[in-house]
């Protein structure tokens, strides 16, 4: 049992969420912050950085009844708890009575104080469902008025603390929306600035012979060796090739920058159906990387859109899926890739292409799609705004975890992809 709204300070709590917040905002790349929406950026940031606000449902208020054996140190008498002292804290068999409320958020919230604190505060106990407080009956021959009124004076008193810590986690969300839109404002009008900045530069810019110039992505080294690490087993003495998370994170922000570049000019992928876009992908990876990039090759139980072997061992595999949904996305497609893997797969993709309106709801919904699958194991990171890292393990082996990102691109005008 806790004493609720106590305990952790709040306002660390709020400063650790913005500051997580602002912080994502200052990454965004510049071709991100130049391409964004506003409104719907706030949105999304505003979704993953806002309190998930408690919720106590008052008027389905109801009562449970059990036995316990209660410490008589706990008795409201002076004189009695005396005596349980001296009798090293003898216990009585006593009815308890529990009353509860359903609720819904972030239960954690239960745990912090405001700054302001009105001096009233209730013990409780909570689950995933339920919020209760609870009244122990010490006297048999207890008045039914006075214990009503004693329940009901609990509830009024928990009542005002809560709406009061309400309307606290309430202020910061509003604020937080103000302060994430008006970062947003600044990234984007600094990205703006930047630009115009480099475009009035007369001393021209040095420009690679062996690159495309259909359009520009993110900066483009020198082709990169492949980096494979030995990972031990836990069932062998044998260790297993994993690409390095360095490599591994350079492949998936070269597909992420090159993505960025579709999304920019619709001219590119316009008319072209999912292989074509691939193979560009593949394109600037192999310009990228020297590794041995194989498209639709052959591996496990299937084909598989982009593969990287190191030897004779599949250390990088990237499934390509115009968006079927959020059904499809959990209960086709990522079983799919899934199914490809062998225990030497640790390192895989999903890359997703958005034909449809609404951008910011289609990642939400991809996200809930990964979540809810029975893979999942948690989310890593957020390098972009459509962009999810995160740990999911083997049909085969529970505790064989493989590292997933999924990626999405907003390309409305490919009417001709195929699914």
């Known amino acids: 049992m806790i004493t609720a709204f106590t305990g952790n300070e709040f306002g ?19 071709a991100r912050a130049l391409e ?4 719907q950026m706030t949105q999304s940031f505003h979704d993953r950085y806002a309190l998930k606000v408690i919720r106590i449902d008052f008027e389905n208020v109801y009562r449970e009844e059990t036995e316990k054996d209660i410490s008589l140190s706990l008795h409201p008498d002076a004189f009695v708890r005396a005596r349980a002292f001296d009798s090293n804290h003898e216990t009585v068999r006593k009815t308890c ?25 209730t013990d409780i106990e909570y689950d995933q469902r339920d919020v209760w407080f609870e009244r122990i009956c010490w006297y048999d021959n207890e008045d039914p008025q006075e214990l009503n009124k004693s329940l009901h004076g609990t509830i009024n008193r928990f009542k005002a603390e809560y ?20 970062a947003l404002n600044e990234r984007k009008q600094k990205a703006e600035r930047t630009g115009k900045l480099r475009s009035a530069l007369t001393i021209p810019l ?3 012979n062996d690159i495309p110039r ?12 492949l980096i494979v690490v030995q990972v031990p087993r ?27 570049g579709f999304e920019r000019l619709p001219s590119i992928y316009s008319n072209k159906g999912e292989e074509d876009v691939r193979d560009m992908l593949m394109l600037f990876l192999e310009m990228r990387f020297e590794l041995p990039i194989v498209g639709e090759a052959f591996n496990r139980h299937g084909k598989t859109d982009i593969l990287v072997k190191y030897e004779s061992h599949n250390v990088f595999v990237a499934e ?22 062998t225990w030497r797969d640790t390192k895989t993709a999903m890359i997703v292409f958005v034909r449809e309106a609404g951008f910011s709801e289609i990642i939400k919904k991809a996200d809930a799609a990964v979540k809810s699958h029975p893979n999942f194991l948690r989310e890593v990171d957020r390098p972009s705004e459509s962009w999810i890292n995160y740990r999911l393990h083997l049909d085969q082996d529970k505790d064989k975890e493989v590292s997933m990102a999924l990626i999405l691109f907003h390309l409305p005008k490919a009417d001709t992809m195929k699914s």
């Open 163 to 182: 709406e009061y810590e309400l309307s606290e986690w309430n202020k910061f969300n509003s604020s937080l929306r103000e302060r994430i839109a008006q």
């Open 36 to 39: 964004m929406n506003i409104e």
């Open 12 to 30: 660390d709590l709020t400063e650790s969420l913005t500051r997580s917040a602002m912080k994502e905002i200052e990454q965004l790349s510049e």
């Open 320 to 341: 390509c899926k115009v968006w079927g949904g959020e059904k499809r996305l959990r209960e086709t497609d990522i079983p799919q890739l899934l199914r490809y893997l």
């Open 234 to 260: 836990k069932t062998s003495t044998a260790p297993e090739p994993s690409l390095s998370e360095g490599i591994y994170n350079e492949i998936l922000n070269t597909i992420h920058d090159v993505g960025l």
């Open 97 to 121: 009575i529990e009353v509860h409320f359903p609720y819904e958020g972030d239960s954690k919230l239960f745990r912090y104080k405001t700054h302001i604190s009105l001096g009233l505060r």
């Open 206 to 208: 040095k420009k690679r």
């Open 214 to 225: 259909t359009f520009a992505v993110a900066p483009i080294t020198p082709r990169q060796k």
